[in-house]
């Protein structure tokens, strides 16, 4: 299952286009990141311009190895 805390699905699917998303930097770079919670994030990257590839999904130092 992607979604490890499955309590999340609503909250994911409140987030709708209102994503609030960001690109990232240095080792992220082309890749863009947004928030479900106060601490996971999802990460993807556009393989299209209609298609996202999600990449990574997970606590923050998860995500981001930090």
């Known amino acids: 299952m992607l979604i490890e805390k499955p309590e999340l699905k609503d909250e994911i699917s409140r987030k709708d286009t209102r994503l609030d998303s960001h690109e ?3 080792r992220m770079e082309g890749g863009s990141s947004f928030s479900i919670d106060g601490d ?11 298609t996202v590839r ?8 998860k995500v981001y190895g930090v």
């Open 54 to 61: 999600f990449l990574k999904l997970g606590g923050h130092k």
């Open 40 to 50: 996971v994030r999802v990460v993807y990257e556009w393989t299209s311009k209609n």
């Open 24 to 26: 990232l930097t240095k």
